[in-house]
């Protein structure tokens, strides 16, 4: 079924190999890798299967701790694609990261996508669906007990920016996430195994992913991992303009890196961004900055590989 290179494994980077070989104690980058031809952040430059695994290599020779693979774009006014050409996408790709020992999470709507991906090499599922998450989808990932991205979104990427007045844009959204939650729990996934995500960008106007992103220790005061996806969105590029004109897509990895090293200090689980090293390394001096130690440690290090886990937008 691959139609992509297995990596050699002399010059490839190492990975951690599994959800569970995840460290803790130290917030974790996921690295973008968008295999489309319409992504707003880098244009389709990884849409075919080779280049997108040498991507995902770069991405954790970069210090990505998990890569996060999509064939769908998400952006607001993108165009749908049936399930079977996202498959077509992204299976090759998953395959080979995964034989180079990467951990995987998957970006699609789906859950034959979901499935597929998790029968290739996948560790997470990784979803956007949000308010409108299927019934399937819930079944899937509570019968493989796979780790879940639990994603705050209202309606369509057509239809999601009318659809984001709230009361208390905080409140509103944390309360929306934990009814999702309690559906997957009622469905049988364990709830260590829930991601939550507050979905900025996603029916969420540019103050309100400022007030989510202050209020992040509401959410990990729920007790479940939390997943910050800031990289190169619209909020950013309204915040850098400049005689009125959004600094480009391309032009917000500065901002991104400075919201990853705060969402760091803030708690997070994890940050996924599209460009891996200034965020890695931004993560790493808040952990200085915490006095976490090892601020960065990768497979292979002179400190030797970690311990096992406990089990405790635009896009």
């Known amino acids: 079924m691959s139609t992509a290179p297995r990596p050699d494994s002399e010059h490839r980077p190492a990975g951690w190999g599994s959800f569970e070989n995840l460290p803790t104690g130290r917030t974790l980058v996921m690295g973008v890798l968008n295999v489309t031809p319409d992504s707003f ?4 430059a990884h849409s075919g299967p080779e280049a997108a695994v040498a991507h995902g290599l770069r991405m954790m020779a970069d210090g990505a701790d998990i890569v996060d693979v999509g064939g769908e774009s998400t952006r607001p006014g993108s165009e749908r694609i049936p399930p079977a050409e996202e498959r077509r996408r992204i299976l090759p790709v998953v395959e080979a990261l995964a034989a180079a020992g990467a951990v995987l ?3 699609t709507l789906h859950a034959g996508t979901a499935e597929a991906a998790l029968d290739a090499g996948a560790h997470v599922v990784n979803d956007v669906s949000g308010l409108s998450v299927g019934q399937d989808m819930i ?3 509570a019968r493989r007990q796979a780790p ?4 705050h979104a209202r309606g369509t990427p057509d239809t999601m920016d009318g659809l984001a007045g709230y009361g208390e844009v905080v409140g509103d959204v944390l309360g929306e996430l934990e009814g999702l939650r309690d559906r997957l729990v009622d469905a049988g996934l364990a709830p260590e195994r829930i991601v939550l995500d507050p979905g900025l960008g996603f029916a969420k106007r540019g103050a309100q ?3 989510l992103l202050r209020g992040l220790h509401r959410l990990t005061a729920t007790g479940h991992r939390v ?3 800031a990289s190169r969105k619209r909020f950013l590029g309204a915040l850098l303009e400049q005689d009125g004109t959004p600094r480009p897509a391309a032009g917000r990895d500065t901002a991104t890196a400075a919201v990853s090293a705060l969402s760091a200090h803030a708690g997070a689980w994890c940050v996924r961004v599209h460009d891996v090293r200034p965020s890695a390394d931004a993560v790493a001096a808040a952990h200085a900055w915490l006095g976490v130690e090892p601020a960065v440690l ?6 030797g590989v970690p311990p096992a886990a406990s089990s405790g937008a635009d896009r």
């Open 298 to 303: 990768r497979p292979g290090a002179d400190a």
């Open 105 to 107: 999470s998957v970006d």
């Open 148 to 151: 879940y991205v639990l994603m």
């Open 41 to 44: 952040s880098d244009g389709g």
């Open 227 to 229: 997943l910050v996806g």
């Open 139 to 141: 079944d899937l990932v």
């Open 209 to 211: 992913n400022w007030e």
